[in-house]
């Protein structure tokens, strides 16, 4: 599984920016997708993170209200729209498949990871 992450991008503090993850897998529609974050020195940490038919999402409180995560099994797509974007949402950003058909927010539960893009928000 290949998962190829964009949109990352250098943006002022309240601004928005989409990233987009695309997955060459046949059957991506059969798992959940995530998207992690990683601050430099930090852990890398879930932001958000979508069951197999987009039915069931789930977010990290420090995003709830703000993000939203969606994917688009007819094109192999998963994207993270990220609006009123705050200095502390720097970091670069990954996106990652679960083993199961559902949300998770453990990162022991995601494989195939995609390189991350690299998002960074002015003050």
């Known amino acids: 599984v290949q998962l190829q992450a964009s949109g990352g991008g250098l943006v002022q503090a309240g601004g928005s920016l989409r990233l987009s993850c695309a997955a060459s897998l046949r059957t991506f529609s059969r798992y959940g997708m995530g998207w992690f974050r990683q601050a430099p020195g930090q852990e890398r940490v879930i932001v958000a993170s979508?069951?197999?038919?987009?039915?069931?999402?789930d977010y990290a409180d420090s995003v709830r209200g703000r993000f939203t995560i969606s994917r688009d099994n007819a094109k192999n797509m998963v994207y993270l729209q990220m609006n009123s974007l705050k200095p502390e949402d720097t970091a670069v950003y990954y996106c990652a498949r679960t083993k199961t058909p559902y949300t998770s927010g453990r990162l022991v539960e995601y494989d195939n990871w995609g390189q991350g893009t690299q998002v960074t928000v002015s003050s």
């Open positions: 979508i069951s197999y038919a987009g039915g069931s999402t």
